[in-house]
């Protein structure tokens, strides 16, 4: 494709934090001091029973002595689940296949975003930190839970989604990196970058995104260490080749 100048960068070598995606869901944090967190239906629609049963067990005795050991118990169970979805802030329960728990930097931070949406979709991934809960695991899975808190004030995170969560594990990936905004993606979410080849002439080419951070992509496969590729006005040249802007 040929076209007007366009700005360019020289592929070169860079590194990225490592990072491993699993599954999540987002779930309540513990109704009370020492409690497990609530992370699924069922559990809610236990504790739902339990707190109408309580809530009977105060209106009875209210005229009796009971009253003060009733309202206790009550306290125990914590916020009606009506309310519990609504907090300003949840809990997401990562799981975890135990072989790499080791590797999980614990006291870092790691990012959620929901389930079908990519590592682009920023308006949607917010960052988590990690919470301290009660040991959780799933024998026939060979998962360990570990458990992370979230700001919810925009009610965009429902409890029981599923959500993906990118966790940051030791150690450093090497690779060749060019600026994020060399990237474009087709709709089916395929890479791609604008390589040039001669003076006024551009190429597009296959690449495959293995991290991103700080607005550097470090790519696992697609390039040469010195090729030169477009950083300024790729997304321009992507609706330039298809007939829309991208």
């Not at 997401?92 to 080791?102: I, K, N, P």
């Not at 009610?155 to 450093?172: H, K, M, N, Y």
């Amino acid at each position: 494709m040929t076209v007007s100048f366009r700005e360019t960068v020289k592929v070169g070598g860079g590194s990225a934090a490592q990072t491993r995606q699993v599954t999540g869901e987002i779930v309540v944090p513990p109704t009370s001091a020492g409690g497990v967190p609530v992370n699924s239906l069922t559990n809610l629609q236990q504790v739902g029973s339990q707190q109408a049963v309580a809530d009977g067990e105060v209106a009875r005795t209210e005229a009796q002595a009971a009253l003060g050991a009733a309202r206790q118990q009550r306290r125990l169970l914590g916020p009606a689940v009506a309310t519990l979805g609504r907090q300003s802030t949840l809990w997401v329960r990562a799981s975890v296949f135990a072989s790499d728990v080791g590797a999980v930097r614990r006291g870092s931070e790691a990012m959620v975003r929901p389930l079908g949406s990519d590592r682009e979709s920023r308006g949607r991934t917010r960052s988590v930190r990690p919470v301290q809960a009660p040991p959780s695991a799933d024998s026939v899975a060979g998962t360990v839970d570990l458990y992370y808190a979230v700001h919810n004030d925009d009610r965009a995170l429902r409890v029981g989604q599923r959500v993906a969560v990118e966790l940051l594990l030791a150690g450093r990936t090497q690779g060749l990196s060019v600026p994020s905004s060399a990237i474009v993606r087709d709709i089916y979410g395929g890479e791609w970058v604008y390589r040039k080849t001669g003076a006024e002439t551009f190429v597009r080419q296959r690449v495959e995104v293995a991290s991103e951070s700080g607005g550097q992509a470090l790519l696992a496969r697609g390039l040469k260490a010195g090729a030169l590729v477009v950083t300024v006005g790729a997304a321009e040249l992507f609706g330039t080749e298809f007939g829309a802007a991208h």
